[in-house]
C-alpha cells in the first residue's frame, strides 16, 4: 500500500515538472505566434462589383449583366503571402421580358404577360489568399472562397409573383491584384471572381463572373 | 431628436435595401396585364376529332363589387363577344346559333367580366407615428410636416371565358364541366379605347398561347 502510495507520490511529482515544461513551450508558442502575426497586415476590403451571368442562370433566367453589387471581405495574414479570412456579399439580377408566355409547374396553367425577373443573391464564406510580389508593392494576388449562398429568386407576372429561396453550397475561385496608395498598408484592389451556387430548387445552377473593384484597409 | 432618427435610420435602411432588391416594375398599365390559360380538366381530351360546335352565350355576366358606387364598367359587351366567336372560329369551330340548339352543341361558352375595387390608406409624415408607435403622431413628431393621409384604389379587371364541355352537362347537377378557363387581367385603368383593346389583345393571347384548342 505504502509503496503504491510512493510509486503515486512519484508519478504526480513526475506530472507536475512535465506540466511545467509544457506551459513553457505553450507561453513561448503564444509569445512567438503573436509576435510573427504583428509582424504583417491584415486587411478588410470593400467592393463594387458588377456581375455577368453565365452559363445555364444565363440562358434560362436572366442574361443582363448586374450593376447593382457589394462584397466584403476580411482577412488576416497567417504568413507573408497567405491569408484566411471571410466575406459576405449581395448581388442583383434583373431584367424584364416582355410578351412571355410560360407554362407554370404543374402543365395545367399558362401565363403570358411582361415578366419581372429578379435575383438577389447573398454568399457568405470562407477564404484563403495566396499572394506575390513585396508586403508593400503591387501585389497580384489568387485564391479560393467557400461557403453558402442564400439566394432568393423571383418573377412578377401582373398580379402574380412565383417565388423560390434556396440556400447553396458556393464556390468562388478568384483573381485580383492590390495597387498600394502610400497610406499604410491600403490599396486600390481589382478582382475577378467567378461564382458558383451549386442548388436543386430550379434546373439550374447559379453561376456567374463578377468584376470587382474596391479598397482595402490594411491594418496590423 | 437623435434617438428618434437613430432608431428610425435602420427602418430606412430597410426600405432602401427593399427598394434596392427589386430595381425595376411595371411603368406602365399594360405592364400588368397579364393572359392566363387553365386546362380544368387534365383528363379531357382536347384532340377529340368529333368535337367541332360551340354555342356562345349570347350575354356577358358583369360582377362589380357590391359595395361600389359605380356599377356600369362601360365595356363594349358586342364586341367581346364577337372577338371570342372570331378565335373560335379561326380555330377551325362552327358556332351553333340557333338557342334551341344549344345542348346539341360540343362546347358551351361563357364570357364574363369581373371588377374589384382595391383600396389602401397609406399617410406619410408626422414624425414615423403609425410605424410601430416611434415617435408620436402630428406635430409632437420628429417632423416639421403634418401627416398625409391617402386613400388609393387599385382597381382591378378580369375577363374570363369559360369552356364546358356540353356533353357532360347534367340537369341533376348545378356544376358546369367546365374544360378550360381563360382569364385576361390588369388594371381598370385608361380610356374605355384603351380598357377595350387589352381586353380584345387578350381574348386574342388566351386563345394563341392554348394551340391544343385547334381543330
Not at chain 1, 513526475?14 to 507561453?27: A, G
Not at chain 1, 491584415?42 to 444565363?58: E, W
Not at chain 2, 381530351?45 to 356577358?60: S, V
Request: proline content about 3%; hydrophobic content about 40%.
Amino acid at each position: 500500500m505504502s509503496l503504491l502510495t510512493k510509486c503515486s507520490d512519484n508519478h504526480l511529482i513526475y506530472n507536475d515538472s512535465i506540466m511545467k515544461k509544457y506551459l513553457v513551450i505553450v507561453l513561448l508558442l503564444i509569445s512567438v505566434s503573436t509576435l510573427k502575426a504583428q509582424m504583417y497586415f491584415s486587411s478588410f476590403r470593400m467592393n463594387y462589383d458588377v456581375a455577368i451571368p453565365l452559363g445555364q442562370f444565363r440562358d434560362s433566367f436572366i442574361n443582363q449583366t448586374s450593376w447593382r453589387g457589394m462584397s466584403a471581405d476580411s482577412r488576416w495574414e497567417i504568413n507573408e503571402h497567405t491569408t484566411a479570412g471571410f466575406n459576405l456579399g449581395w448581388q442583383v439580377f434583373s431584367q424584364r421580358l416582355d410578351d412571355v408566355t410560360e407554362e407554370l409547374p404543374g402543365g395545367q396553367t399558362t401565363v403570358n404577360g411582361t415578366q419581372f425577373r429578379f435575383v438577389n443573391t447573398f454568399p457568405m464564406q470562407l477564404n484563403t489568399h495566396y499572394y506575390l510580389g513585396d508586403e508593400y508593392g503591387v501585389r497580384p494576388w489568387a485564391g479560393l472562397s467557400i461557403g453558402t449562398a442564400f439566394t432568393d429568386q423571383r418573377t412578377q407576372v401582373g398580379f402574380l409573383e412565383m417565388k423560390n429561396t434556396s440556400w447553396s453550397f458556393a464556390l468562388t475561385p478568384q483573381i485580383g491584384i492590390d495597387f498600394p496608395i502610400g497610406i499604410d498598408d491600403s490599396a486600390l484592389s481589382l478582382n475577378l471572381r467567378y461564382n458558383y451556387f451549386s442548388q436543386n430548387t430550379v434546373t439550374y445552377n447559379y453561376s456567374f463572373l463578377i468584376i470587382g473593384a474596391g479598397f482595402k484597409f490594411g491594418y496590423y | 431628436m437623435t434617438a428618434k432618427l437613430i432608431r428610425v435610420s435602420p427602418f430606412m435602411a430597410l426600405l432602401l435595401f427593399l427598394a434596392g432588391c427589386y430595381p425595376i416594375g411595371p411603368e406602365f398599365v399594360e405592364d400588368l396585364d397579364a393572359t392566363y390559360t387553365v386546362i380544368s380538366d387534365l383528363s379531357f381530351d382536347f384532340d377529340d376529332p368529333t368535337r367541332q360546335t360551340y354555342y356562345l352565350a349570347d350575354t356577358i355576366i358583369v360582377l362589380t363589387d357590391p359595395n361600389a358606387s359605380d356599377t356600369d364598367i362601360e365595356i363594349n359587351q358586342a364586341a367581346i363577344l364577337e372577338r371570342v366567336r372570331n378565335n373560335m372560329n379561326q380555330l377551325g369551330y362552327t358556332e351553333v346559333t340557333d338557342d334551341n340548339e344549344a345542348n346539341t352543341s360540343d362546347y358551351l361558352i361563357l364570357v364574363s367580366v369581373v371588377r374589384t375595387d382595391n383600396y389602401f390608406t397609406t399617410w406619410w409624415g408626422g414624425g414615423w407615428g403609425g410605424w410601430g408607435g416611434w415617435g408620436g403622431w402630428g406635430w409632437g413628431g420628429c417632423c416639421f410636416f403634418p401627416p398625409v393621409v391617402t386613400t388609393t384604389n387599385i382597381r382591378v379587371g378580369s375577363i374570363l371565358v369559360d369552356i364546358v364541355d356540353s356533353r357532360s352537362i347534367s340537369s341533376d347537377n348545378n356544376n358546369l364541366p367546365e374544360v378550360w378557363l381563360g382569364i385576361g387581367e390588369g388594371l381598370f385603368r385608361g380610356s374605355q379605347q384603351n380598357i377595350n383593346t387589352r381586353l380584345f389583345e387578350s381574348i386574342d393571347q388566351m386563345f394563341r398561347q392554348s394551340p391544343y384548342l385547334q381543330r
